[in-house]
């Protein structure tokens, strides 16, 4: 919580640096466990997803079978799909590879747990989406954003299992900004080429020659909108 608390009050930060509005709420995924307990609970019990020594998975192929909504946002072909071949943990568990986890049983020194009625252990990475949103946006609400690398798998998993448990899709319209570029490359830490807000404003960065005001980085962002 130290860690999360650090950030979140950074953002914010920045956010008042840029002007923003805030946000009617702000949900916590670790505020809504749950509500995920549940959705998982309601996805099992409509026959999209079945347990394996404690963890849950959601149920891929009978999607396919029954709904033409797995693979369409991101205009992947089912086949594909079918046979995917990521070397992930616990991959043997899976009836198809293509199935995910939308609740994992803790190893003995994982620090996320919570008592579920499968085993103790954490939601999979996708249902605090699909939780959030429905709690406060509804069944169905008009505009989902998010980074172009959330298409897939992400966002396709976060139809199935909003799809297994409401029995729609989600939203209206999807929304995908591109990757941050430095010179051309995706801006990435391991590789030394980003730059932070605060360097932005403050000049004190290698990057950039000048420091620049709130305002005017705001304006440079607006304008790449299209």
Not at 71 to 90: I, N
Not at 112 to 138: D, I, Q
Request: proline letters at 4%; one cysteine or more; aromatic letters at 12%.
């Amino acid at each position: 919580m130290e860690v999360v608390q650090r950030y979140t009050l950074g953002f914010h930060h920045v956010m008042r640096l840029f002007n923003t509005l805030d946000p009617s709420i702000e949900p916590r995924a670790t505020g809504h466990i749950l509500e995920q307990i549940e959705m998982v609970q309601k996805i099992m019990d409509k026959g999209y997803a079945y347990e394996v020594d404690g963890s849950v998975y959601f149920d891929t192929v009978k999607l396919i079978k029954e709904a033409d909504v797995y693979g369409k946002l991101s205009g992947r072909r089912v086949e594909d799909l079918l046979v995917e071949t990521r070397e992930l943990k616990k991959q043997n568990e899976k009836r198809n590879p293509a199935d995910f986890a939308i609740w994992i049983k803790a190893e003995e020194n994982h620090l996320l747990r919570w008592n579920a009625p499968w085993s103790e252990g954490f939601p999979g990475w996708h249902l605090e989406c699909s939780v959030m949103s429905t709690k406060y946006l509804g069944e169905r609400f008009d505009i989902h954003g998010g980074g172009n690398d959330l298409k897939f798998p992400h966002h396709e998993n976060e139809i199935a299992q909003h799809y297994g448990a409401c029995g729609n899709t989600p939203a209206n319209y999807w929304l995908h900004t591109n990757m941050l570029l430095m010179n051309g490359r995706k801006m990435s830490k391991s590789e030394g080429n980003f730059i932070t807000p605060e360097q932005l404003f403050s000049g004190e960065s290698e990057h950039i020659s000048k420091a620049y005001s709130p305002m005017a980085v705001k304006f440079f962002f607006t304008g790449a909108l299209r």
